[in-house]
């Protein structure tokens, strides 16, 4: 073997580098996060989702982020304490549950994991494909997600999401009926998606169904704070720092992590893997949770969104919280 000294000083600057990085600290945190909340809380852009009438409804100026260290230490501002619909978000949670009951392959195989580069309700993407929903995230994929559950009826699914998001959160939670009551009565284009998964195969209960529990898996509602602590388990290696409890198996994190950078975003993935560079999963309710791995998790909350349907505010903040600490899981961009 034909090593050179300089090339193992170098691996060992490299790795002395990165072990005396250090996090930041709460109070560092907790300024930059008040900064971020300082800086784009008059920030107008963006605009509530309306095609689910009742998301037009929720008051735009809300605004609060929330972090939690894999430490369990909480930094909140702004407005942590509002409910609002989980949405999208929850499609990491069912993910998760689907993995912990049959495994990872299941998700490869049955739903796969690429970006669509399409809308999050495209039918399109379905069709353009090869039947499969493509990722998990997308609109197809969580209703192909739900209908993996092992369950004899629909109460039974149901239950177990309900029971899953709690265990996440440490928490009981609750249904936000308004919501569900509106995009129930209004998604067409759900039921159309679960009726071409169902046709060809690539829908795994009926698909009025699998779009009813979809449905009411989006209308739970969380706070800002309660978001956090349901990822926080993705910054922990499974174990929620807040409650200590094992929540996922660890093996199990970077695949769920992989599968945020990818399509958390929809086909404003790669944007914000530029812009932001973490894992992190939006919801048309106004939610973003960004996770650092191995450190934090970011949440933002504020209803305004972009065309790609993802928070502006949350997105403009958990930005300038990862540029300002450097916690890009790519590199310093400094
Ligand atoms: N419930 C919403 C829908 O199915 C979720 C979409 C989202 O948050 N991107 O359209």
Redesign the pocket.
């Known amino acids: 073997m034909n090593i050179k000294i300089g090339s193992i000083s170098a691996i060992l600057a490299c790795a002395i580098s990165s072990v005396s990085m250090a996090a930041p600290s709460t109070e560092e945190l907790k300024k930059v996060a008040e900064l971020a909340h300082a800086k784009f809380k008059n920030d107008n852009s963006g605009k509530n ?1 309306d ?2 009438p009742a998301l037009a409804a929720v008051p735009s100026d809300l605004f609060g982020i929330v972090i939690v260290t894999k430490d369990g230490d909480m930094i909140k501002v702004g407005d942590v304490d509002k409910s609002f ?1 989980i ?3 929850s499609k990491v949670f069912t993910m998760c549950l689907v993995m912990e009951e049959s495994g990872s392959d299941v998700i490869l195989e049955k739903v796969n994991v690429e970006p669509t580069g399409m809308a ?2 495209s039918i399109k993407a379905i069709e353009h494909g090869d039947g499969r929903a493509d990722n998990p995230f997308v ?1 197809a994929g ?1 209703i192909t997600t739900v209908s993996l559950i092992k369950a004899d009826n629909p109460t039974q699914r149901w239950d177990k999401i309900l029971k899953t998001y709690e265990k996440f959160a440490g928490s009981k939670l609750v249904v936000l009926d308004d919501i569900f009551k509106s ?1 129930a009565a209004t ?1 067409y ?2 039921r159309g998606i679960a009726n071409v998964l169902y046709n060809s195969g690539n829908l795994f209960s009926d698909p009025v169904e699998a779009t009813e529990v ?2 009411k898996q ?2 739970v509602g969380v706070n800002a704070e309660q978001l956090a602590v349901m990822g926080s388990a993705l910054a922990n290696r499974g174990v929620n720092p807040v409650t200590k409890e094992r929540v996922m198996q660890s093996k199990h994190v970077p695949l769920v992590l992989s599968a945020m950078m990818m399509n958390g975003f ?1 086909d404003g993935s790669g944007q914000w893997a530029w812009r932001a560079g973490l894992p992190a999963k ?4 106004g939610g973003i949770l960004a996770v650092v791995p191995g450190q934090m998790v970011i949440v933002g909350f504020a209803p305004p969104l972009d065309k790609y ?1 993802n928070s502006v505010r949350a997105q403009k903040a958990i930005e300038f919280i990862t540029s300002e600490l450097d916690l890009n899981i790519f590199g310093s961009t400094k």
């Open positions: 989702a095609y689910i619909s949405q999208s978000c999050f309700n609109n969580a995009e998604n284009r759900n979809y449905t989006c209308s929809y939006t919801g048309v309710g349907g």
